[in-house]
């Protein structure tokens, strides 16, 4: 079930001639009953796919946004097994959307990839991002996960030429992530006009859709990302309305619910308006 409900929904938005939208949230920020109610109210808002980050305490490919997200979650006694559960109570409620895991090695190593890729299966996850595994040493985990029908996906960056761009693709399964700006996450903005070649590039070489992040924050870049690639990823703009809504005792989930909305909005219309325009 797991590979096939993301190939479902970018075979969906292909046929509708548009790019996804992924929200990134992190589990349990600010803590573990908002976070379930904002995970299950994203798809509602126009997420197409969602990415659950898991929380840890050295998240070195993050920006200060999602760094601060973890560290609340952390410390509201958020784990991996305790974001599992999470996406267990979210499948009981929705069975389309994808759910991608996105996090580092050191969690996934203390739980053991084999029994954590049958955990996540049986909790609804449909595919992995482990952001600090290089390509060479990721076979015991794609082992596991291959064997629980779960999809690993890698990151590409631009420095992933043509002689890394085999290697990093290999494997790799359900789409690839292109890591838009070099650094870490929320800092730099994506450039579609840089970005369209390489997406290009990636997308014949793997024969998957690529999804771009690293640099998406408003509805307008957004939809200009959404025109050249197969999904346009936001986190650090969801995040920060965490911290927002929390420093102005406001609803986190209205917060960060409405911000899906409108980028969710920009993402669906993008390639309506550049064939009117």
Do not use: W
């Amino acid at each position: 079930m797991s590979k096939s409900r993301i190939e479902a929904r970018f075979a969906q938005l292909k046929a509708e001639n548009r790019a996804a939208f992924v929200a990134y949230v992190m589990a349990g920020d600010p803590d573990y009953a908002t976070g379930l109610e904002i995970l299950r109210g994203l798809p509602g808002a126009g997420a197409d796919l969602i990415e659950v980050g898991f929380p840890f305490s050295d998240p070195m490919a993050e920006g200060p946004p999602i760094q601060r997200a973890a560290q609340r979650a952390l410390a509201n006694g958020q784990t991996l097994k305790k974001t599992l559960a999470m996406v267990a109570e979210f499948r009981k409620s929705d069975q389309a959307t994808p759910i991608i895991m996105m996090g580092y090695a050191n969690p996934l190593v203390h739980h053991g990839y084999a029994a954590f890729a049958r955990d996540a299966a049986a909790a609804g996850v449909d595919g992995v991002i482990c952001v600090d595994i290089p390509p060479e040493e990721a076979d015991p985990l794609a082992d596991a996960l291959d064997a629980s029908e779960l999809s690993l996906i890698r990151l590409a960056t631009p420095t992933s030429d043509e002689k890394r761009l085999p290697v990093v693709i290999r494997r790799t399964s359900g789409f690839v992530y292109y890591v838009s700006v070099a650094g870490v996450t929320g800092v730099k903005e994506a450039d579609a006009a840089a970005v369209a070649p390489n997406v290009e590039r990636i997308r014949a070489a793997s024969g998957l859709p690529v999804a771009v992040g690293f640099g998406i924050k408003t509805p307008e870049r957004a939809a200009e990302i959404a025109r050249v690639a197969d999904a346009a990823v936001v986190g650090s703009a969801l995040v920060e309305e965490v911290a927002t809504g929390l420093a102005m005792n406001e609803s986190v989930t209205a917060r960060v619910l409405s911000k899906v909305e409108s980028l969710a909005k920009a993402v669906r219309s993008a390639r309506v308006e550049s064939l009117t325009v």
